[in-house]
């Protein structure tokens, strides 16, 4: 499980990386990623820097995290930073495998210092990946 604020950028590009590396490696993880607050639609900067690498999120819709979806995740990942500053992180459970990436928001970033937060994550992913085989 893949969680950030609103589930409109950072978490959609984990969980299709991580879809998309796990399925080339041969391992069988089901990802969702969801957001702690609602929100309407991906933003568009996630889009476009997902086209650069080959892969289409433009038909995702941001998803409000549940309490099923914590209760069935074996792992969750906590990819923003704001969610620890904001408190939004005390609903997860003490007992779960969580980890933090603390990654800063692209959606207030330029074009090129949102792709490095694109690639950081692509490298958590990968690195993830490793972790779990």
């Known amino acids: 499980l893949f969680l950030c604020v609103h589930n409109t950028f950072r978490s959609q590009m984990a969980e299709a990386y991580f879809d998309k590396f796990a399925k080339e490696k041969g391992i069988k993880w089901q990802t969702i990623s969801a ?3 609602e929100a309407e639609k991906i933003n568009e900067k996630a889009i476009i820097l997902m086209k ?3 892969i289409d999120i433009s038909d995702k819709k941001p998803k409000l995290m549940t309490e099923k ?3 069935s995740a074996d792992k969750i990942v906590v990819v923003c930073q ?3 500053e904001q408190g939004l992180c005390l ?3 003490k007992d779960k495998d969580i980890e ?3 990654l800063p928001n692209p959606a207030e ?3 090129e210092e949102a792709r490095e937060i694109r690639n950081k994550i692509k490298e958590n992913v990968l690195a ?3 972790e779990l085989k």
Do not use: A
Request: hydrophobic letters at 45%; charged letters at 35%.
């Open 35 to 37: 957001g702690f607050l």
């Open 52 to 54: 650069e690498e080959g």
């Open 69 to 71: 979806m914590i209760k």
């Open 82 to 84: 704001e969610c620890e």
């Open 91 to 93: 609903v997860l459970p």
């Open 100 to 102: 933090y990436w603390r």
């Open 109 to 111: 970033m330029e074009i």
């Open 128 to 130: 993830l990946i490793e």
